[in-house]
């Protein structure tokens, strides 16, 4: 159950940290989602630490990076947020 919370909060702090961007501006979203994926992880051992950094990552980078599915297609996109992530 704490691991499943933990992936979802991690999951919050990627969208969080999306909002600070472009469409919503909404510029805290950038500190509060970097300060709870900090207060997620900084007691984990590091594969831990990686899988909930990279969900974090993808679902920052997914949304923001959107945008280039337009010009490269759905696969290339994929391929570039979640190598971002």
Do not use: Q
């Not at 969900?55 to 979640?82: E, N, Q, R």
């Amino acid at each position: 159950m704490v691991i499943a919370r933990k992936v979802l909060l991690s999951g919050v702090s990627g969208i969080l940290l999306f909002t600070s961007f472009a469409p919503i501006d909404f510029w805290p979203g950038a500190f509060l989602g970097t300060a709870l994926l900090y207060g997620l992880i900084k007691d984990e051992v590091l594969l831990r630490r990686s899988v909930l950094s990279f969900i974090s990552g993808a679902l920052f980078f997914l949304p923001l990076l959107h945008w280039s599915s337009t010009y490269v297609g759905a696969l290339p996109w994929l391929i570039l947020a979640l190598g971002e992530a």
